[in-house]
């Protein structure tokens, strides 16, 4: 069922479903989370820790992904970081050409 371009599609996260209405160019991303999530829950159960329901399994597995995301995030920023120190040597070393005439 589509409405005002959307699309409807069912994800099983944790084993249970969950019906989305998304843009469906955005299908396969939201199928690949699908399946990044669900293989977190499976390693979490698999680890069989005492006292963990499917509940703390989604919890862990809601927390690694952050984790992920927000190191993924400080490598960029750690990579503009030095983008902006190599523009600056880089002035810094045609300063000095431009000062013997090269």
Same mark, same amino acid.
Not at 75 to 83: A, F, I, M, Q, W
Not at 84 to 91: G, H, S
């Given at each position: 069922?589509?409405?005002?371009?959307?699309?409807?599609?069912?994800?099983?996260?944790? *084993?249970?479903?969950?019906?989305?209405?998304? #843009?469906?160019?955005?299908?396969?991303?939201?199928?690949? =989370?699908?399946?990044?999530? $669900?293989?977190?829950?499976?390693? /979490?159960?698999?680890?069989?820790?005492? *006292? /963990?329901?499917?509940? #703390?399994?989604? =919890?862990?597995? =809601?927390?690694?992904? =952050?984790?992920?995301?927000?190191?993924?995030?400080?490598?960029?920023?750690?990579? $503009?970081? #030095?983008?902006?120190?190599?523009?600056?040597?880089?002035?810094?070393?045609?300063?000095?050409?431009?000062?013997?005439?090269?």
């Amino acid at each position: 069922m589509e409405t005002s371009g959307k699309q409807s599609i069912k994800l099983k996260i944790g *084993g249970k479903d969950y019906s989305l209405s998304i #843009d469906p160019v955005k299908e396969e991303l939201y199928r690949l =989370a699908e399946r990044e999530v $669900n293989a977190y829950v499976a390693k /979490f159960e698999k680890a069989r820790i005492d *006292g /963990f329901a499917k509940q #703390d399994c989604l =919890a862990l597995s =809601a927390l690694q992904l =952050a984790i992920s995301n927000i190191a993924m995030a400080q490598s960029r920023e750690v990579g $503009n970081e #030095d983008v902006k120190r190599l523009a600056a040597v880089t002035e810094e070393i045609e300063g000095y050409l431009d000062k013997i005439g090269i």
